[in-house]
């Protein structure tokens, strides 16, 4: 079956570190990505790692993937306010034209 | 290089009327996907389109939705007689030819439609 799941909100102080938890269920996923949306806004494909990877880091950004457990995450390093988004966890297979997302983690940043 | 664009931001229809929207692709993208954002919810993906052939609509509503990517000019979603149900933010994304590199799908940023 396809689902991705996700938890709704995480709270972090400026300057720590963010760590966005999500789950997905295919096991056939080829990709699997991380999406920022702002508020009113479209989406901004941050970054995505492909399912033969376990690690992939850009800047700031870390994804870890463990393929046996289903379980993707994204860390935000030194979290700023500008990161306050939400972030949607999505799921990609390579024979499918679709995207499944998850229901997306609002992050607020607190001072 | 312009983004995906999309056209209106925002629609307000009353409940019987017609919704269309549009979006127009990457320059040099083929191929067009739309998904709906209900309120607090992720994307659900609804159709996907090549230039004037529709490869994936295994989304869209059986009534009322349609959606069309001609020769020239954008790709198009139309809603008949929208219900207030149908009140939500659609996004459109495009992307290159599946398997020619990249699968990235760049979206755009959404038409919010508001049926009152």
Not at chain 1, 28 to 37: A, D, E, I, R, V
Not at chain 1, 62 to 80: E, G
Not at chain 1, 83 to 108: N, Q, V, W
Not at chain 2, 49 to 62: A, R, Y
Request: hydrophobic share 30%; proline share 4%; with cysteine.
């Amino acid at each position: 079956g396809e689902d991705v799941e996700q938890s709704l909100f995480l709270s972090v102080r400026e300057g720590d570190s963010s760590v966005i938890n999500c789950t997905y269920t295919d096991s056939s996923s080829t990709y699997l990505y991380w999406y920022k949306q702002e508020p009113g806004a479209g989406l901004q494909l941050l970054t995505y790692i492909f399912s033969n990877m376990d690690m992939k880091q850009d800047q700031r950004l870390t994804v870890l993937l463990n393929k046996k457990d289903k379980h993707l995450s994204l860390r935000i390093a030194d979290t700023q306010t500008g990161d306050s988004a939400i972030y949607f966890c999505a799921e990609k297979y390579s024979s499918a034209s679709k995207i499944i997302f998850g229901s997306g983690t609002r992050l607020s940043i607190r001072p | 290089n312009a983004g995906v664009m999309q056209n209106p931001r925002h629609l307000v229809r009353r409940r019987g009327q017609e919704a269309r929207l549009r979006c127009s692709p990457m320059k040099g993208h083929s191929h067009v996907y739309w998904y709906r954002q209900l309120p607090e919810e992720g994307l659900k993906f609804m159709v996907y389109l090549q230039k004037e052939n529709i490869i994936d609509e295994s989304g869209m509503p059986k009534e009322r939705f349609s959606a069309e990517f001609p020769k020239e000019g954008p790709s198009i979603l139309r809603i008949q007689q929208v219900v207030r149900g149908d009140s939500a933010a659609y996004f459109c994304a495009s992307s290159l030819t599946p398997g020619q590199g990249t699968y990235e799908q760049y979206f755009g940023p959404g038409t919010r439609l508001t049926v009152t």
